[in-house]
């Protein structure tokens, strides 16, 4: 548990606290607590507030009943991953647009396109880089605007 304290910490050290007062819902989707508390304390600094969901089934139900504007989901989790999650959406899209990131350990080619085929807005890679996490969520507020 300190270990997982210590990683958390240290990624918030390098994380710049975005000032704006309204603050968006934001779903957070993985198996593994760190890389969820991880994300979650990266996005509350930019203003977000964090749901989190540790299987897809979870993350279908949280997605349908709080009608987040970001979601960032792990390909791999219990109960179908961030690619059944994409596939559910397509089919049965929320009430409001979402943006989605996937953001996981797999760099395969087939699962960017899948990925991206079935909606994500954008996609990254573990492990988690502050600082280009923050400029893509970023970059992809600016494109829905």
């Known amino acids: 548990m300190q270990i997982k304290r210590r990683i958390i910490r240290s990624q918030l050290a390098a994380t710049p ?59 791999n989790m219990p109960l179908g991953g961030g690619l059944d999650v994409l596939s559910t959406l397509k089919q049965a899209p929320p009430q409001k647009p979402v943006k989605t990131m996937i953001l996981t350990g797999s760099s395969d080619t087939e699962d960017i396109q899948l990925a991206a085929s079935l909606g994500a807005t954008n996609y990254m890679t573990k492990p988690l880089v502050t600082a280009e996490f923050i400029t893509r969520i970023h970059a992809m507020e600016a494109a829905a605007s």
């Open 17 to 75: 606290i975005n000032p704006e007062p309204e603050k968006q819902l934001a779903l957070v989707a993985d198996d593994d607590w760190v890389s969820r508390e991880v994300v979650c304390a990266i996005l509350e600094r930019q203003g977000y507030e964090c749901i989190r969901a540790k299987s897809g089934h979870e993350t279908r139900a949280l997605l349908y009943r709080h009608h987040p504007g970001l979601m960032i989901l792990d390909l």
